[in-house]
């Protein structure tokens, strides 16, 4: 019997809305500790397969994580699993704290949080888990700052370290780098690095092609939700379907 595979895997899978087929037979793979991308223009298809592989979305075709069928789970069920996600906007409590937008998270609900709720109990396992996971964003000191009075760059940052909280078997990032600068974004690809380095996968989706040839193993691109390209960075560069379809010819070859 063979073992089951490790990370992140679908196979075809598909997501109709009426007659638009937004992702149409995408097959993926993310192993772990590899850092994989998913680019293509607006309208792509990128968050919907996002969306579909969190259970946000329903799909056919399947998706597995260590070897484990996701398909027809609730989005909690699968976060519970080990996957976990950030979004595009963000999505932070700005009237909480940072630490308690991240135990949100990474605790569960029940008896017991309506417990720790009403009565304020704090635990030092649950300042832990805060401090591991703002650690690997590089934003310790702002545990106790509400949500709301960070920058547009460290909410994001912020919405990194949640979805680290707790079990993080496969991560998946939405455009996490939109509102960083350029210093920032070079920041925050050392920070995915270490991200991987530790043992999960991680599924990039951003516009900021220094970021993601810089820091990918292997890129996908989808054009009009198909996969047009699966590949190293390097072949993603000069392939012409992919220069065609999204990152454009060189400047001198448009002037020639």
Partial sequence: MSEP???LHTTSLTVRYGGVVANADISLSVEPGQVVGLIGPNGAGKTTFVDAVTGFTACTGSVELD????DGLPPHRRRALGLTRTWQSGELFGNLTVAENILVAARPGGAGALWRDVFGRRDAAGKAVVGRALDAVGLTGVA?????????????LVGVARALAGTCRLLLLDEPA?????NESLEFAERVRSIAAQGPGVL??????SLVLGVCDV?????FGKPIFT?????????????AAYLGAPMETVDA
């Avoid at 939109?178 to 350029?182: F, T």
């Avoid at 590949?231 to 220069?243: F, N, Q, W, Y």
């Fill in 5 to 7: 595979r490790a990370g």
């Fill in 67 to 70: 070897g484990q069928s996701l």
């Fill in 144 to 156: 106790g700052t509400l949500a709301r009075d960070l920058t547009l760059g460290q909410q994001k």
């Fill in 178 to 182: 939109a509102g960083l600068d350029s």
């Fill in 204 to 209: 990039l989706i951003d516009h900021d092609m």
């Fill in 219 to 223: 890129v996908c691109v989808l054009e």
């Fill in 231 to 243: 590949g190293p960075p390097a072949v993603a560069r000069t392939d012409p379907a992919v220069v």
